[in-house]
């Protein structure tokens, strides 16, 4: 129960629905309760009639049948308005939770969502989302019905008679003993439950974003069993969960049946001592059916806490993560500048593989650096440092002369124009794929004129739609080298102080490889780039040239320099040119 504690704050913001809640929850009762009392006078009344052997005027029967409906409406009424405030505000909590789950999430560095599958966090901030609503809307509400009907009807109860209240009651120590042992049993269910819908999420999500890889290998079959057997499991935790929440409702009805009992028996013996009159018998009687919901719920509402409670935990567990890279300062300074690696060594933390040791250059405003070397030497990591989105164990990076973990994060980030070895392009027009950095603020100008530079543009063209052509999930409509370039035109669209390319040109042929770069001489003039690829075509017009094996730095300099080492590069050169 104590990850729910994180939940107050959210009673507090929504208080005055939450207090009308309970308003209308007490006045309902309170209605609805005084049915009883109703039905006791007219108990009484037609007992008397019998006895004095008058059955010749029937309107108070009429009367209390017309009270005992207006108080039904009334009661009704209430509860009503009741679900009218507590449910809308469960809805309002629902709605402010997600945002601040996804919010968190926004802030999070890469390295969290290298660990976290994406099914596990689509699955927290829905189905647990969805199980902590049903504790702040129906468990709170009936929790307090619950709360507010136990009091009035004990309260009227003991005004008829103490003896008969506490006999009534009798089973509830039962009842309350069964609950306190089975909740801990489904909280544990509980959270087995969600780890096997979690794990049942991330295999589905992956077998769909895989869809190509899966047909290619024709592993069809082999993933729909696989699904099948998570599923299996997941079947499996629900129905032993369902198993121990079974019993709670027969136990609760016999608790309650026991109750009549003892009622009628008891109370019959109360009538013959003349301690009570004969109508308090069916009044009992219905304050305990006016109970039996009520405790009969208690199963159902601890079975809803204790699932919101499991699902809170792990809400929390992410909410609790902290971002390590976030910005030091609200104070935009200037990043058109000089760039400087000094000492940098990296190593990413969710692998433990160190990226880079010990890489020192120094890139002037204005000139473009290139970089190459084998797979896995470190080259994609010094892109990524430079955006921050990892932090360097030790050395430093300076933009502008400047520390980058003193800039303003996101500006920084929005100087810098960057076209990432994996392309991703979100389901949307083309067009709001290549205006995505300026928040659809670019003119359909502007869009053309950057897909011209990425020599895509006559691909687009083509196209029926054109700038309009949805590019399905992830770009699946496209080519390997339209998203490229679609890519490429998205980074340089912003105009930016900062252009980075890493390996952006891998999937188109030399002679379109040939008219991006030529393009892009016109956009990189004045700007600080650095272009990273395995080709020396792409980077041979670099003023200085980095050759990186093992995350450090084998060779450096300019092409030519390169060449007369005759060491690396020059095979790598040699190798490409034959």
């Known amino acids: 129960m104590k ?66 409906i207006g108080l039904a409406l009334i009661s009704g009424l209430f509860m009503f308005l009741m679900r ?36 596990d966090l689509m699955n927290r901030i829905t189905e647990d989302v969805g199980k902590v609503r049903m504790y702040t809307g129906p468990a709170v509400m009936y929790m307090v019905n619950t709360v507010v009907t136990i009091i009035t009807v004990v309260a ?56 190509r890889v899966v047909k290619a290998y024709a592993r069809e079959k082999f993933f729909s069993e696989t699904i099948n057997e998570k599923g299996e499991n997941y079947k499996k935790e629900n129905l032993k969960l369902a198993t121990i929440e079974s019993y709670f409702q027969p136990t609760m009805v016999l608790m309650i049946g026991m109750s009549v009992l003892i009622t009628v028996w008891y109370g019959g013996y109360l009538v013959t001592q003349k301690k009570i009159e004969a109508g308090n018998i069916p009044e009992f009687i219905m304050n305990v059916f006016r ?14 806490v204790q699932r919101a409670a499991a699902s809170q935990e792990r809400i929390n567990e992410f909410l609790s993560v902290k971002p390590t890279i976030v910005n030091p300062s609200n104070e935009k300074t200037d990043v058109a500048g000089d760039i400087e690696f000094k000492n940098v060594s990296f190593t990413y933390p969710e692998t433990g593989i160190k990226a880079l040791d010990n890489v020192s250059f ?156 030529n393009n892009l001489k016109q956009i990189m003039h004045g700007k600080t780039c650095i272009i990273i690829s395995p080709r020396i075509s792409s980077i041979k017009g670099a003023n200085k040239i980095l050759y990186l094996s093992d995350g450090r730095i084998a060779e450096s300099g300019t092409h030519q320099d390169l060449l007369n080492l005759k060491g690396k590069y020059y095979d790598l050169f040699e190798l490409q040119k034959n």
């Open 362 to 517: 120094e890139l002037k405003k204005g000139e473009v650096l290139g970089i190459t070397g084998p797979v896995g030497s470190g080259k994609s990591t010094i892109a990524q440092l430079l955006s921050r989105i990892y932090d360097c164990d030790s050395g430093e990076i300076s933009v502008n002369h400047k520390n980058i973990k003193q800039h303003h994060l996101y500006h920084l980030r929005n100087n810098m124009g960057i076209v990432p070895q994996e392309v991703f392009l979100f389901s949307d027009t083309i067009a709001n794929n290549i205006s995505f950095s300026g928040n659809n603020n670019f003119t359909k100008t502007d869009i053309e004129e950057a897909a011209k530079k990425a020599s895509v543009y006559d691909n687009i063209m083509s196209f029926p739609e054109k700038f309009e052509t949805m590019v399905g999930e992830r770009g699946i409509t496209l080519s390997g080298g339209q998203k490229q370039r679609v890519s490429i035109a998205r980074a340089i669209i912003k105009n930016p102080e900062i252009l980075i390319f890493d390996d952006c040109l891998s999937a188109v042929d030399t002679e379109t490889e040939a008219q991006i770069l």
């Open 84 to 119: 009218q405030t507590i449910i809308v505000m469960s809805r309002h909590i629902e709605y402010d939770q997600k945002n601040e789950i996804y919010d968190h999430y926004q802030k999070l560095d890469i390295s969290f969502y290298k660990q976290n599958s994406t099914g």
């Open 156 to 211: 009227f109860m003991l005004s008829v008679n103490v003896q008969l209240t506490l006999m009534v009651f009798i089973p509830l120590p039962i009842l309350s003993f069964i609950i306190y042992k089975v909740s801990n049993l489904i909280n544990q269910r509980s959270n087995k439950v969600q780890q096997e819908l979690s794990n049942l999420t991330s295999h589905a999500q992956e077998s769909f974003a895989s869809i």
């Open 3 to 68: 990850s729910l504690l994180s939940l107050n704050h959210y009673f507090v913001k929504y208080k005055w629905l939450l207090l009308l809640g309970i308003l209308f929850v007490s006045l309902s009762t309170i209605f609805g309760t005084y049915q009883a009392v109703i039905v006791r006078k007219g108990t009484n009344t037609l007992l008397k009639l019998i006895n004095d052997k008058n059955f010749g005027d029937n309107s108070v029967f009429i009367y209390y049948g017309l009270t005992i």
């Open 291 to 304: 109970l039996t919901w009520p405790f009969a719920s208690l199963g159902w509402v601890t079975s809803l």
